[in-house]
């Protein structure tokens, strides 16, 4: 090699050293410009990598950015700790540390070790951490604690080992403790009841309550416990039984945030008297039976069998019901929904629980067969049933039945959106509005097949017709669709477009896993047809709803945003607050930034979608239908696209490319505006992709506007304004055969009851049920005229069981009010689709005083929730020594003891005397305080809020509250003159 050559590389090579940490390095290569191909990187990517040619200046200041979190409480054998590094001018750290140009160390690696940025705690004692840049130096002191023993990280009396084992309320206080992390415990205590008896699952599991310490309530379970790891041998009567003392070991959690249990648990041993083997005691009559079923506690059962005779009545999937008398019919029970199982089908029967799941037992089990049946009884959320599994030896059958008819059920109406959430089954048939979307090919088949919708939701429809014996009920529970292929030649199908509205009797007819209907068309009519018509489309008019403007918490630096953020920064500027949920949040980013140095420019109070090559996806529901939204805002590029429900706009914004040029005090100087319009609808998909690269697909979005049709008839189904009277009653009476459903009249446009009334023959009610029901009258009466609301009293020809009442009202604003109450067992269980929350029978208990000597009144409910009451006096009234007396300028603590800990709602009750119903259920200022929370009570005058002369009703004050057992409840704290928060009532806590 010629010299010459060989200085050209040394030079090259020297050249290529890549820069001390705190050694700048040079370059001749200019900055690209914000705008051309060589644009700098998007948000959060790096333009160059430190230590390289192209390097800018690495003077690097160094900080910790988590100091608080590393001195944040640390013990010995926890899990590692990140040190976070912050550098400026920004680099990849990362790279940095492994480069060994950012150092971090330890003072003392006998108690703390460093390993890349994560440090570990080896030993208890202080250590000092240090990170360091060249000059550039920072640390942190942490102290290290030695670890916790189980006692002292749960605040318990025992280990939980198997030398020294949990008592039942260690037990359930570290299965509810936050600091609880899926560690494997002992527990040891008596058994004070099964919830799984021996014998009563086919894995051999039990699944039983441990005795709590005298005066405690809360019982310990242990679910699944098994008699070895492999599950291979089942637990009998002779390893376990109430009464014996029993030491298991798992893992715990917490069932539907109430019951502490394990996941599952390893039997050990079982201590004690045994109890005598289990007999069969036979002579007893179906009622006496039945009657010792009842009196035993929820999950209990007899433990001796008993020998009985009975007549199948019913039955329901695999379980049968067995009545004293032959065609006995079954009297209805209470729902059994709060508990997420099946509805108690009657209170004079005994079931016969997963009966069917044997096959030769229910080959058996027919209609009105005698049967002697010898079982365990057991009571399971007050339905008496069978303790353990059937098999064909429990059952004799005396008297042969008859095979079962099953009468084809009420067929409930159901929308679109509502059928595709429906369970996959063949069992039931629905009546559904919808609109003809879509044919399966370019035309109307022979098969009916099409896409129909209600607006919000598609659904394939494999097979239509209008021939009625094309879905036929078998008698025997199921419906078929069998298709005669006439969709083109029958008169009613062979003329229907897109466009046109149909109503189906459809069941499920899911294939591969994607959701389909098959069904019969019932009625034809409301469709504007398909496409074309003289004069062409009509021109459409909107009328803007809301408008949205974007506000971020980042200026120059832009900040992933997930589903949980999204939400918080759309700013309402003009209309409703229409935004409701944000289900979908793909690369979505709240502030922007572009360039670097002295080109940088920022830009902030923007929502941007999509990042260089990863398109950005954002789904949110809004409460209004909406057919069009405007938005201003910019892109990166004019390649950029948008779409919005499937409307796309190639080359989304021309007038701009987004660069330092348009960024004026945060915003765009001239921020293009696009529009979209598709079909009404509550759901928004946002989408950015590329026309042409695979770069660049940030939008920035700088407001949005959403608008609905104007000019259109009024749509219907609105939501019926049910009236509710207060915390604990619901819109709806009952008395006799008929039903009382109080609604607002004045929310539905009337300005008086006797135009409300005058409507009267207009309403609509429809009543579903099983048995069958009709309407014989609807009764409109007016109830509280102050209020506009009023009561439509509803007569059907029979006692109401199961189904669904749909009542529609015509308002006077043109639109049509409708809503749904759905019954089970004769107890209201939905409004507009929505469960209700369960409705307690409380039960008062005995009176005792408090620590100020006042009286407080204990709550119960058959549902295991607790409460209590306190009675309560104006300021003016005489003093009373049962209850709470207001005092001018004082602050008064409430001393109810919250019986257990947990959730609670806090209430007022108010009785309003006739001179006072005008005045407001607080004078402000009133605050109530709970723990260190403020809580504002609402000063609305009774009127308003819907309370007449001398009525009682009780005011949620507080919807939520957590307390543990024995707090005391909140202050009250009121202003100067005297201020009241009632004129009297009670105040009254319950557990949720």
């Not at 509205?501 to 034809?524: E, F, H, P, W």
Request: charged share 20%; aromatic share 8%; proline share 3%.
């Amino acid at each position: 090699m010629k010299k010459g050559t060989k200085l050209v590389a040394l030079l090259l090579g020297l050249a290529l050293v890549a820069p001390a940490c705190n050694k700048p390095a040079t370059t001749s290569q200019p900055q690209s410009q914000p705008g051309t191909s060589e644009q700098s990187a998007q948000p959060g990517e790096s333009s160059a990598v430190p230590g390289t040619s192209s390097e800018a200046p690495v003077n690097y200041k160094v900080t910790i950015s988590n100091k608080t979190d590393l001195q944040a409480e640390w013990f010995v054998g926890d899990a590692s700790r990140k040190v976070n590094i912050e550098v400026d001018p920004k680099a990849n750290v990362t790279q940095l540390v492994n480069e060994g140009k950012i150092t971090i160390t330890s003072s003392d690696t006998t108690k703390l070790t460093i390993t890349g940025q994560m440090a570990s705690p080896v030993a208890a004692g202080e250590v000092t951490v240090t990170i360091k840049c060249g000059n550039s130096t920072d640390s942190v002191k942490v102290t290290l604690q030695a670890k916790q023993t189980v006692k002292e990280k749960y605040g318990v009396a025992h280990e939980g080992t198997a030398e020294d084992p949990f008592d039942n309320e260690d037990a359930c206080k570290v299965a509810k403790s936050e600091k609880y992390n899926n560690e494997d415990f002992y527990v040891k205590g008596v058994v004070s009841s099964f919830y799984y008896a021996p014998g009563s699952r086919t894995d051999g599991s039990v699944a039983f309550y441990l005795t709590p310490a005298e005066g405690k309530t809360e019982k310990f379970e242990v679910f699944k416990c098994y008699k070895d790891k492999e599950q291979k041998q089942p637990l009998t009567d002779d390893d376990i039984w109430v009464g014996g003392t029993v030491t298991a070991h798992g893992q715990f959690t917490v069932y539907n945030n109430t019951q502490a249990e394990t996941t599952s648990a390893i039997f050990v041993k079982c201590e004690g008297n045994k109890p005598q083997p289990r007999k069969t005691i036979e002579g007893k009559t179906f009622a006496e039976v039945l009657a010792i079923g009842n009196a035993l506690a929820d999950g209990a059962d007899s433990y001796d069998y008993y020998k009985f005779q009975g007549y199948v009545s019913a039955k329901s999937g695999n379980d049968y019901f067995l009545t004293a008398a032959k065609g006995e019919a079954l009297v209805a029970g209470k729902s059994d929904k709060d508990h997420g199982e099946r509805d108690i089908k009657g209170t004079n029967a005994i079931e016969l629980y997963g009966a069917g799941k044997v096959e030769a037992l229910a080959a058996k089990l027919l209609e009105n067969a005698k049967v002697e049946v010898t079982m365990v009884v057991k009571n399971y959320h007050g339905t008496v049933e069978n303790g353990f599994d059937l098999k064909d030896a429990d059952v004799t059958v005396i008297e042969a039945g008859t095979k079962w008819s099953v009468p084809e059920p009420a067929v409930a109406k159901k929308t679109v959106t509502e059928f595709v959430a429906l369970e996959n089954t063949k069992t039931k048939a629905y009546e559904v509005e919808a609109t003809i979307k879509a044919w399966k090919g370019e035309a109307a088949d022979q098969f009916g097949n099409m896409t129909v919708t209600d607006g919000t939701t598609d659904l394939v429809m494999y097979g239509v017709s209008a021939t009625a014996t094309a879905l036929a009920w078998d008698g025997a529970g199921a419906y078929s669709f069998s298709n005669p292929r006439d969709f083109l030649t029958n008169e009613t199908t062979k003329d229907l477009k897109v466009g046109d509205k149909i109503t189906l009797k459809m069941i499920r007819a899911d294939y591969n896993g994607t959701v389909q209907g098959s069904g019969i068309i019932t009625k034809v009519g409301g469709g504007e047809g398909g496409e074309g018509g003289e004069g062409g489309e009509t021109q459409k008019e909107y009328a803007s709803v809301a408008k949205y403007t974007f506000t971020t918490q980042t200026e120059g630096n832009t900040r992933s945003i997930g589903t949980d953020v999204v939400k918080n920064v759309f700013t309402k500027a003009t209309g409703e607050e229409i935004l409701d949920t944000v289900s979908e949040a793909t690369s979505i980013y709240e502030g922007a930034n572009g360039g670097s140095g002295e080109t940088a420019w920022t830009l902030f109070n923007i929502l941007k979608i999509g990042k260089s090559k990863t398109a950005g996806k954002l789904v949110f529901k809004v409460t209004k239908d909406v057919s069009k939204i405007a938005i201003s805002g910019d892109s990166w590029t004019k390649t950029s696209t948008l779409t919005i429900n499937g409307v796309t706009i190639s080359e989304a914004f021309k007038d701009n490319v987004i660069s330092k040029d348009v960024i004026a005090d945060g915003k765009l100087t001239n921020a293009g505006k696009l529009e979209f319009e598709f079909d009404a609808t509550k759901e928004i998909t946002i989408e950015c992709g590329n026309t042409n690269s695979n770069a660049n697909f940030g939008i920035v979005l700088q407001d949005m506007e959403f608008f609905a049709e104007s000019g259109t008839p009024a749509v219907a189904n609105e939501v019926l304004p049910w009236y509710t009277e207060g915390a604990d009653n619901q819109a709806i009476h009952f008395e006799g055969a008929g039903i009382w459903t109080w609604v607002n009249y004045g929310a539905m446009g009337y300005a008086d009851f006797a135009a409300f009334n005058a409507a009267k023959a207009n309403i609509v009610a429809t009543y579903v049920s099983e048995p069958a029901a009709t309407i014989n009258e609807v009764i409109v009466s007016d109830d509280i005229a102050a209020s506009k609301v009023c009561r439509v009293y509803i007569v059907l020809n029979a006692a109401y069981n199961t189904g669904v009442l749909t009542l529609k009202i015509p308002g006077a604003d043109g639109k049509t009010y409708e809503g749904t109450l759905e019954f089970a067992a004769g107890k209201l269980s939905k409004i507009n689709g929505q469960e209700l929350p369960h409705a307690h029978a409380w039960v008062e208990g005995t009176v005792a005083q408090n620590t100020d000597g006042k009286n407080v009144t204990p709550l119960s409910c058959s549902c295991g929730k607790v409460g209590a009451k306190m009675a309560m006096a104006d300021y003016s009234s005489a003093d009373i020594d049962t209850g709470l007396k207001f005092k001018k300028n004082s602050n008064n603590t409430w001393k109810i003891i919250a019986p257990k800990a947990g959730k609670y709602e806090i209430r007022v009750s108010a009785k309003i005397d006739a001179v006072n119903v005008g005045h407001n259920l607080s004078e402000s200022p009133v605050t109530c305080k709970v723990g260190e929370t403020n809580v504002a009570v609402s000063t609305g005058t009774f009127s308003q809020l819907g309370v007449g002369t001398s009525a009682v009703a009780e005011f949620v004050l507080v919807p939520e509250a957590t307390f543990a057992e024995g707090e005391n409840v909140f202050t009250l704290s009121q202003g100067g003159g005297g201020y009241r928060l009632t004129y009297g009532g009670n105040l009254v806590i319950v557990e949720l």
